[in-house]
């Protein structure tokens, strides 16, 4: 394969890596699920000067929906929410505390992701299928120039060696297409589960709300006879 047959193709590779970068960024942010990788853009503000989060505390992930956020240096606690607020203020916040190795009392910063009602599903979902559109729409654009640039030089290029880039330039677009697929598909599939579980909850406490109404009511008409 000659060289412009090569740029045409590894560029093409480095156009569509990136916009399926992008598009996972983007779902790592619609935050259905505590996401570490939403946390990377956070920026915390100290003295004047501006530190990645992972440089000013410790994270950890208690479960698939909560954050535990604790500050390397307590004076930094609240910069750090705030610098957590600016970039998902969505997130639902709640100041803990604990014990140190001293036993005294420290405090931490614990995030739930919001619950995913009927509202946030179908917003999610939505947002979701944008996203994807306009990843797969600038993959195709890409894809059409390049078969146009193979196609300037056709006339005066190897048969082989054009049939051998056109080949890999069609593997390599469904290569990137299916990836986007594949993100688009777990996200969706993640909506849907966060919606079952809040559906879930509210029937649960449908449940509990209604034991308790027969079990007072019993207390009642027993006290009555």
Known sequence: MNSYFYAQLKEFTE????????FNYRMMNL??????????????????NSYNLEE??????????TFEVRANNGDYLQNIIDG??????????????????????????????PEVNKERHDLLTETTKAFYNECIASIETIYALK???????????PAEDLKQSKDELEAYYHDAKGEAEKMRDMKLQEIEEAYLRYLEDKEQQKLGEANNFDYSQGMRLGQDE
């Open 15 to 22: 156009k569509s890596r990136g916009y399926n970068m992008m």
């Open 31 to 48: 935050c259905v699920k505590a996401e570490p990788g939403a946390l990377i853009p956070v920026a915390v503000n100290v003295g004047g």
């Open 56 to 65: 000013v505390a410790q994270i950890s992930k208690p479960d698939d929906y």
């Open 84 to 113: 957590i607020f600016d970039m998902h203020p969505e997130f639902l916040f709640e100041m803990k505390t604990e014990k140190d190795i001293e036993d005294k009392d420290v405090n931490y910063a614990h995030y739930t992701m």
């Open 147 to 157: 078969e146009a640039k193979l196609a300037e030089v056709a006339a005066h290029a």
